[in-house]
Every structure is written in C-alpha cells, then in structure tokens.
Nanobody, 114 residues
Framework: QVQLVESGGGLVQPGGSLTLSCKAS????????MGWYRQAPGKEREFVAN???????NYIDSVKGRFTISRDNSKNTVYLQMSSLKPEDTAVYYC????????WGQGTQVTVSS
C-alpha cells in the first residue's frame, strides 16, 4: 500500500520561505512521477508542480521562479522549496504519486500572513 507523508508546512510572513517534504513508502519510488498540489479554502485542488522519474519538471505559471520541486530517490522523498511566498499561496499542500491510481498524502497547511 502506497503511503505519502507530507511535512514542513507552517506559518510564514509574506516574502518568506518554506520547504515541504513528502516521504513515500510502499512503491518503487524512483519510477513514478511525483507532484505537489494545493487547495485553498473554498477552492478546488490545483496543480502546483510535478517532477518525472527523469527529473523533468513542470510548474503552474504563478509559482515559476519562486518554487522548486526536486526529488531524492535514495530517500524516497520529494521536496517543494518555496520562496518569495505570497498570501495567495496559503493553502493545504498535497503530495501525489502518479500511476494507474493517483495516491495522495494527508496534506500540510501553509499559511502566508503577516
């Protein structure tokens, strides 16, 4: 059974930085693409970034230049480095593993506020 556990969320001031981590278990992590999604209150879950097994990355336009997704296959972990955070980045951030089924973590709250 695939399990994804996110960590690293919290409260940060506008312009600040956070790094989210997502540790996977129960699958051959290195062969799967991984993604980060977020859901703000009253809104649908939206794609933020993903990274293929090859290391190729994609980002939503609103985070390009501010967020960086990366993976460490030796640690079965995917990261999301977030900088220059804005109040509109406030959301619950979810890690996902792509495949015939999309697996999700439980989410970690990121709040950007002064």
């Amino acid at each position: 059974q695939v399990q994804l556990v996110e960590s690293g969320g919290g409260l940060v001031q506008p312009g600040g930085s956070l790094t989210l981590s997502c540790k996977a278990s129960g699958s051959i992590f290195s062969i799967y693409a991984m993604g980060w999604y977020r859901q703000a209150p009253g809104k649908e879950r939206e794609f933020v970034a993903n990274i293929a097994s090859s290391g190729h990355t994609n980002y939503i336009d609103s985070v390009k230049g501010r967020f960086t997704i990366s993976r460490d296959n030796s640690k079965n972990t995917v990261y999301l480095q977030m900088s220059s955070l804005k109040p509109e980045d406030t959301a619950v951030y979810y890690c996902g593993q792509y495949g015939t089924t999309m697996y999700w973590g439980q989410g970690t709250q990121v709040t950007v506020s002064s």
